[in-house]
């Protein structure tokens, strides 16, 4: 973040003169991004900080695309002396100039607002109807957590009813098989309910989505399907003989796999009763 953070403000000083100190008049608890400054005599009348959450950007064509990380977003009042028309121009100079790509250009829409990115880092500008206000969202993209598992009453029930379950809060980095040291709540869970049924056998059951080759997802799938298997009979000392580990890629998927919000459902790993 530290090199796109000082590119940014290197090209923007000279546009947009920063306000050093913040302004009496600036909404409690808020400040500038240290991405972006605001545009000279602006005020601040609220904000907000979210370390974990999503937005969906509009951008060009109507095309919606939501994200998920590190959010923050800043409600700004400019002059009443400057035009909305000056404050844009600003604002594009500045981001352009640090190198970032326009997703949605200003000239597409009557408003003027805009949606530009680099790398993980994306930087949306919305105008308000009254003419003097604008909203700053940037969002760092990050992997949203699974903070909520399902219990080991929930996941029997689920194998009971319907003869297999979803296992939410297992988490694998993007194209890796080792299982990540959050997903340790869930992973209790299922020994848990191995525990709880002695004859109870299971199929672990990787499921991935349909971004990229078909014989990678499949061969993925399998893979982190055998590590969580393998943590269950080493880390927990659940009998080998009561688990078997399958990939079904991205052959069952549960959403569509034609918007992210899909494909995240269609990530998942599943236990299927024997």
């Known amino acids: 973040m530290k090199p796109i953070r000082y590119l940014l403000l290197f090209f923007a ?24 400054s605001r545009f000279p005599g602006s005020v601040i009348v609220s904000c907000s900080h979210k370390e974990d959450d999503s ?5 060009a064509k109507g095309i919606d695309k939501k994200l998920e990380g590190d959010l923050r977003q800043i409600d ?17 100079t500045a981001v352009r100039s ?23 880092t994306w ?19 990050t992997q949203l957590q699974q903070e909520v598992v399902a219990t080991a009453a929930a996941l029997s029930a689920g194998l009971n009813s319907n003869g297999h379950i979803v296992v939410n809060g297992i988490h694998f980095d993007t194209g890796k098989d080792e299982v ?19 004859r109870l056998k299971i199929y672990v059951v990787g499921h991935t989505d349909n971004a990229g080759v078909l014989a990678a997802n499949v061969d993925l799938s399998r893979r982190r399907a055998a590590a969580v298997v393998r943590i269950l009979a080493t880390q927990n000392h659940v009998a080998a003989d009561r688990l078997q580990a399958f990939g079904a890629g991205p052959y069952a998927p549960v959403a569509s796999n034609d ?6 459902l269609n990530r998942r790993v599943e236990l299927v009763k024997q």
């Open 123 to 141: 930087i949306g500008i919305e105008f308000n109807g009254s003419g003097t206000g604008l909203t700053e969202i940037i969002l760092v993209e």
């Open 76 to 92: 700004y009042e400019f002059p009443k002396s400057a035009s909305a028309a000056q404050v844009l121009r600003n604002l594009v």
């Open 13 to 36: 000083v000279p546009l947009i003169t920063p306000v050093c100190a913040a302004q009496a008049q600036d909404a409690k608890g808020c400040q500038d991004s240290p991405l972006l």
């Open 98 to 120: 640090a190198g970032y790509s326009f997703e949605r250009d200003p000239s597409d829409n009557s408003r003027g607002n805009f949606v530009a990115h680099m790398g993980k």
């Open 180 to 198: 990540k040291p959050e997903s340790a709540p869930a992973l209790q869970e299922i020994v848990e309910l191995l525990q709880q049924d002695a």
């Open 259 to 264: 918007s992210e919000d899909g494909r995240a």
């Open 55 to 59: 937005y969906t950007f509009r951008l």
